[in-house]
């Protein structure tokens, strides 16, 4: 009986201390010593096990927590889940005081499932500003806000990076200048109509057909100049030989290698009659005019090529000096680009160091 009473007393000595540390009341201030009319923070923080109810006494602001120490704000409390079951919650108080002496902050009685446990006991002393009042003339007011003084070493990097933003755009400025003064140059495709060489030549004969012509040796050389002369011409675009310097036997013996031969005695006639009046004065009556005129269309006719092109496109060409002319305005138009781009850029960045140092 006598070892079970040791026994059990041994067990209640060691649940005791136990129990008594389960709720844990610690009391901080953040500032020991206050000028007067500032302000500290009060904290007071509670452990227990988790699921047991804390209950902070309830102070309101302007209330005393002790005569001369001003509760300014209560602040919402928080809670912090700790190790092996426990929490510890706490409570935010700012203080104030205006009369400078040491003042006792009595303990915080914090209950804890309706038992009421203590905080330990703080201090607070209250300072206040040592007045001279054996010199009452030496009180001066409020100063005005300072300027503050000018520094090279914050001002110099931005002072440098506005001489180069104003070289950038003077630089900008004369490629400008230089663009202008450089023409562009326009390059356009001619479009040439063309027109036919048996057309061309029956034109001329039809304006020759259309002419009165007497039977004078002056009449017949101007007939027969014009009609040999649009025969000529449209050789030599047709078979591609200058027939306009060629005589007329020259002319025959080319057109041999070319057409039948009794189209060429009809053009032979035609060429000899010629001759005969532009150099002899050789009389010839107007059915031998008509006759000539109708061999030179029937010789048109037989010799023509169809469907010949009816315009040609001419390509625009380009000289060496017209080509550096064009590089030139393309690095002028690519330089002026990305010396402005630059330039906008450190007068943003400027901008916006200048407005943080002011």
Same mark, same amino acid.
């Given at each position: 009986?006598?070892?079970?009473?040791?026994?059990?007393? *041994?067990?209640?000595?060691?649940?005791?201390?136990?129990?008594?540390?389960?709720?844990? #009341?610690?009391?901080?201030?953040?500032?020991? &010593?206050?000028? $007067?009319?500032?302000?500290?923070?009060?904290?007071?923080?509670?452990?227990?096990?988790?699921?047991?109810?804390?209950?902070?006494?309830?102070?309101?602001?302007?209330?005393?927590?002790?005569?001369?120490?001003?509760?300014?704000?209560?602040?919402?409390?928080? %809670?912090?889940?700790?190790?092996?079951?426990?929490?510890?919650? &706490? &409570?935010?108080?700012?203080? %104030?005081?205006?009369?400078?002496?040491?003042?006792?902050?009595?303990?915080?009685?914090? @209950? #804890?499932?309706?038992? /009421?446990?203590?905080?330990?006991?703080?201090?607070?002393?209250?300072?206040? $500003?040592?007045?001279?009042?054996?010199?009452?003339?030496?009180? *001066?007011?409020?100063?005005?806000?300072?300027?503050?003084?000018?520094?090279?070493?914050?001002?110099?990097?931005?002072?440098?990076?506005?001489?180069?933003?104003?070289?950038?755009?003077?630089?900008?400025?004369?490629?400008?200048?230089?663009? @202008?003064?450089?023409?562009?140059?326009?390059?356009?495709?001619?479009?040439?109509?063309?027109?036919?060489?048996?057309?061309? &030549?029956?034109?001329?004969? /039809?304006?020759?057909?259309?002419?009165?012509?007497?039977?004078?040796?002056?009449?017949?050389?101007?007939?027969?100049?014009?009609?040999?002369?649009?025969?000529?011409?449209?050789?030599?675009?047709? *078979?591609? *030989?200058?027939?306009?310097?060629?005589?007329?036997?020259?002319?025959?013996?080319?057109?041999?290698?070319?057409?039948?031969?009794?189209?060429?005695?009809?053009?032979?006639?035609? =060429?000899?009659?010629?001759?005969?009046?532009?150099?002899?004065?050789?009389?010839?009556?107007?059915?031998?005019?008509?006759?000539?005129?109708?061999?030179?269309?029937?010789?048109?006719?037989?010799? @023509?090529?169809?469907?010949?092109?009816?315009?040609?496109?001419?390509?625009?060409?380009?000289?060496?000096?017209?080509?550096?002319?064009?590089?030139?305005?393309?690095?002028?138009?690519?330089?002026?680009?990305?010396?402005?781009?630059?330039?906008?850029?450190?007068?943003?960045?400027?901008?916006?160091? =200048?407005?943080?140092?002011?």
């Amino acid at each position: 009986m006598q070892k079970t009473l040791v026994l059990f007393s *041994f067990l209640l000595m060691s649940i005791l201390p136990s129990h008594a540390q389960k709720v844990n #009341v610690e009391a901080v201030i953040d500032s020991i &010593a206050i000028m $007067v009319g500032e302000q500290t923070g009060y904290h007071v923080g509670v452990t227990v096990k988790e699921g047991q109810r804390v209950q902070f006494p309830l102070i309101q602001p302007s209330q005393m927590l002790t005569p001369g120490v001003e509760v300014v704000e209560t602040l919402p409390s928080d %809670t912090q889940h700790l190790d092996d079951g426990y929490m510890k919650v &706490a &409570a935010h108080y700012t203080l %104030t005081s205006f009369d400078d002496t040491l003042y006792y902050i009595p303990p915080m009685k914090v @209950k #804890v499932d309706g038992k /009421e446990y203590e905080s330990k006991s703080l201090a607070l002393k209250v300072l206040t $500003v040592e007045v001279d009042t054996l010199h009452p003339n030496q009180f *001066f007011p409020q100063k005005d806000i300072q300027a503050l003084p000018f520094l090279w070493s914050e001002w110099s990097s931005l002072i440098w990076l506005c001489l180069a933003v104003l070289l950038l755009y003077v630089l900008c400025g004369l490629m400008f200048v230089r663009l @202008k003064s450089k023409k562009p140059i326009v390059f356009s495709v001619k479009i040439i109509k063309l027109i036919p060489p048996h057309q061309k &030549a029956l034109t001329v004969i /039809e304006e020759i057909k259309s002419q009165s012509v007497s039977t004078t040796p002056e009449d017949n050389k101007k007939y027969y100049t014009q009609l040999t002369d649009a025969l000529r011409q449209y050789m030599n675009e047709r *078979f591609g *030989f200058n027939a306009m310097e060629m005589t007329s036997s020259e002319i025959i013996e080319r057109l041999k290698k070319e057409r039948d031969q009794e189209k060429i005695q009809e053009l032979t006639m035609l =060429f000899e009659t010629a001759d005969l009046v532009k150099f002899a004065k050789y009389s010839v009556g107007v059915s031998e005019n008509d006759q000539n005129l109708i061999s030179a269309i029937n010789f048109i006719n037989e010799t @023509k090529q169809e469907n010949l092109p009816t315009e040609q496109r001419i390509q625009p060409t380009v000289t060496e000096q017209e080509r550096q002319t064009i590089r030139t305005r393309i690095s002028l138009k690519w330089g002026i680009a990305i010396v402005g781009t630059v330039a906008t850029v450190l007068l943003g960045y400027i901008s916006w160091q =200048f407005w943080s140092l002011i």
